[in-house]
Structure formats: structure tokens, C-alpha cells
């Protein structure tokens, strides 16, 4: 059974910073690669970023770019969505999840999924 947990959102002002984490139940963690995925109401799941199994490669939304960085720590079962320079159009539930090894930006490509933890942003 794999588990995954969202921490770390909030309401943060524009310009502000979050990091937010997503810990994994996954005995074989270094076997995923962990996208990070957010939503709003009435609209499609959007892909932010993802991470390989082994963190050589990474990759992120245009929208997010210079902005977002993903990175993991395999010894903690965690990965982390650094968030700088926050903007009210950031403001969304922010879900990872997992699959194994290779990393996809469509979510339908991956297995297992946290709740998400709610990030708003104000003016």
C-alpha cells in the first residue's frame, strides 16, 4: 500500500515563499518518481512539476518556471516543492503523486495520490 501526505500550505501574501512536502509510506521510495499536481474548483488537474526516482531529473510547468523547485531526500521518504515568489493564480490544492521510475506530466500516468494541502495566496 503506498500512502502519500501533503504538508506545508497555507495563506501566504504575493511575493511570499511555502515548501511544501510530500512524504511516502513506500518501502521502495527510490523506485518513484513523484510529480506535483494542483487544482481548483471547475477546473482540470494541472501539472506544477515533477522529480525521477533518483532526483537526476526534474521538470516543471512554464507557468512555475524560475519560480517552483522540486527536489527529494530518499533517506526520509520525502520529496519538497519549493515555492518563491508566490501569485494569487498559484492559489489551488497542491496533490503529489507517484509512479514508478520515470516521470510524466499528465497525471493520468500516475498510480497513487496524496489529499493535497489547500495553498492560497493573497494580494
Known amino acids: 500500500q503506498v500512502q502519500l501526505v501533503e504538508s506545508g500550505g497555507g495563506l501566504v501574501q504575493a511575493g511570499g515563499s511555502l515548501r511544501l512536502s510530500c512524504a511516502a509510506s513506500?518501502?521502495?521510495?527510490?523506485?518513484?518518481?513523484i510529480g506535483w499536481f494542483r487544482q481548483t474548483p471547475g477546473k482540470e488537474r494541472e501539472f506544477v512539476g515533477a522529480?525521477?526516482?533518483?532526483?537526476?531529473?526534474?521538470a516543471n510547468a512554464d507557468s512555475v518556471k524560475g519560480r517552483f523547485t522540486i527536489s527529494r531526500d530518499n533517506a526520509k521518504n520525502t520529496v519538497y516543492l519549493q515555492m518563491n515568489r508566490l501569485k494569487p493564480e498559484d492559489t489551488a490544492v497542491y496533490l503529489c503523486?507517484?509512479?514508478?521510475?520515470?516521470?510524466?506530466?499528465?497525471?493520468?500516468?500516475?498510480?497513487?495520490w496524496g489529499q493535497g494541502t489547500q495553498v492560497t495566496v493573497s494580494n
Open positions: 522529480i525521477s526516482w533518483n532526483g537526476a531529473n526534474t
Open positions: 503523486a507517484a509512479r514508478l521510475f520515470t516521470m510524466e506530466i499528465s497525471h493520468q500516468q500516475y498510480a497513487y
Open positions: 513506500i518501502s521502495t521510495f527510490s523506485n518513484y518518481a
